[in-house]
């Protein structure tokens, strides 16, 4: 079945450590996103990218980076400069015209 | 700068009674699409029901409709016939029809909604 896969569910990071999260997809969708979750907070967007090797900037990028070296796939690194990473991170795929996005089933990233 | 504003943080519903989540948004742009998304305990997004800002009929997906009101910029869902499976959080969203926005959604802040027995 196609869909977006995330890993891992469950991440800890140490303070000073960059940690990386996963998002693959088999949908064929061009466009993909990153988007945090924080209780009453909503879902901001991280980073965004429409093609491969290339990808965009979203509201709250800082400590953050990303890569799309290929369709199917859209890591996360989240740096040591992002200030309070403990948060749900939400990978998504949308095709390259209409509609709404295709979500993954999330990370949560806690510091310890 | 486009928003989604949900005014309810928390609602309650009895079973297979009818609720109203609310969601109202703020933009200059005519052509866009507003989606409503579910959220359950499992953290998994799915989408319930989506919306063209061009057409005037409001979309239904079975149990699930909406009330979209374009001159007022609300656009509501209603739940009928509620079932135990419906609680969940509820996110409204709002994604510009212009190629320049990237099609990026923006999300309002929830409204969890719990449904009793």
């Known amino acids: 079945d196609g869909g977006i896969t995330q890993s891992p569910k469950y991440l800890f990071r140490k303070e000073g450590q960059n940690v990386t999260l996963s998002c693959e997809q088999n949908?064929?969708?061009?466009?993909m996103y990153w988007y945090r979750q924080d209780p009453g907070q909503g879902l901001r967007l991280i980073y965004y990218s429409q093609i491969v090797n290339d990808f965009q900037k979203g509201d709250i990028a800082e400590g953050y980076s990303v890569s799309r070296e290929k369709k199917e796939s859209f890591p996360l690194t989240v740096t040591s400069a992002q200030k309070n990473p403990t948060a749900f991170y939400l990978c998504?795929?949308?095709?390259?015209?209409?509609?709404?996005?295709?979500f993954g089933s999330g990370t949560r990233l806690t510091v310890v | 700068a486009q928003t989604v504003t949900q005014s309810q943080p928390e609602m309650s519903v009895q079973e297979a009674e009818t609720v109203t989540l609310s969601c109202t948004y703020d933009?200059?742009?005519?052509?866009?699409?507003l989606f409503w998304y579910k959220q359950p305990p499992s953290r998994q997004m799915i989408l319930v029901i989506r919306q063209e800002a061009y057409k005037q009929q409001n979309a239904t997906e079975n149990r699930f409709s909406v009330n979209f009101q374009k001159a007022a910029k609300s656009f509501s869902l209603k739940i009928s016939d509620s079932q135990l499976g419906d609680a969940a959080m509820y996110f409204c969203?709002?994604?510009?029809?212009?190629?320049?926005?990237?099609?990026?959604?923006?999300f309002g802040k929830g409204t969890k909604l719990s449904v009793k027995p």
């Open positions: 998504a795929s949308m095709p390259g015209s209409l509609y709404g996005y295709t």
């Open positions: 949908l064929n969708h061009d466009a």
């Open positions: 969203a709002y994604r510009s029809y212009n190629r320049g926005s990237q099609g990026n959604l923006i």
């Open positions: 933009t200059s742009e005519s052509d866009y699409y």
